[in-house]
């Protein structure tokens, strides 16, 4: 009876998505979710980069690849061992967020901005997943080039992705490891 706690309960990750883009009215509800959220010092370090240029993907998809393939595969997820693994999951739209590089805060406000992103896109329909995949793209030699292509401020790295659309798959929300707290009381 509380549609904010049900909206965080019912969230889960999505990996398989509908090619249907999403409207513009959808991404402006998503981004001004992004940009209320709460930021250290209300400095809100961060820039949303709304991606629908699949051909860009794609290139992103294929340097991290090149650069997760350098590791060792002990370290990699094993879901690289399908040689079609898209890191995006075919999602049409992908929201990337950089932060200012020299703000302390700048990965604890990213994922802050990012979980209010995905709930927002939980409470109108939508599917997400979070991608820190991604950020071996920005270790590659093509690293500038990405940067540029995905209009980063020049002070900005790239701290998390978000991929988002309309769910193809089916899968519960995970369960709670309730042994993870303490009372000191
Ligand atoms: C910081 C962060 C980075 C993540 N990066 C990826 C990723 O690159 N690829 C992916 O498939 N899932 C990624 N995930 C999603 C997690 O695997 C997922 O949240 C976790 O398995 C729990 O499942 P749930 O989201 O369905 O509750 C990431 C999640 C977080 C919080």
Redesign the pocket.
């Known amino acids: 009876m509380n549609q904010v706690l049900d909206t965080i309960a019912a969230r889960?990750?999505h990996?398989a998505y509908a090619p249907t883009q999403l409207t513009e009215e959808q991404i402006q509800i998503l981004l001004k979710a992004g940009m209320d959220s709460p930021s250290a010092v209300n400095r809100q370090p961060w820039h949303f980069t709304v991606v629908q240029n699949q051909a860009l993907l794609k290139e992103i998809n294929q340097a991290v690849w090149e650069e997760t393939m350098k590791q060792n595969p002990e370290n990699r997820s094993p879901r690289f061992a399908d040689p079609n693994f898209d890191?995006f999951y075919h999602a049409p739209t992908v929201i990337f967020i950089s932060a200012d590089k020299e703000n302390y805060w700048n990965h604890m406000d990213s994922g802050i901005a990012c979980q209010n992103i995905c709930l927002a896109a939980e409470s109108i329909g939508l599917g997400t997943?979070?991608?820190?995949?991604p950020r071996a793209a920005f270790q590659n030699e093509k690293a500038d080039q990405f940067r540029k292509a995905l209009l980063f401020p020049e002070t900005h790295e790239f701290t998390?992705a978000i991929a988002v659309g309309t769910p193809t798959d089916h899968k519960p929300?995970?369960l709670p490891a309730t042994d993870r707290i303490s009372f000191v009381r």
């Open positions: 889960r990750s990996r890191v997943v979070i991608l820190g995949m998390i929300a995970h």
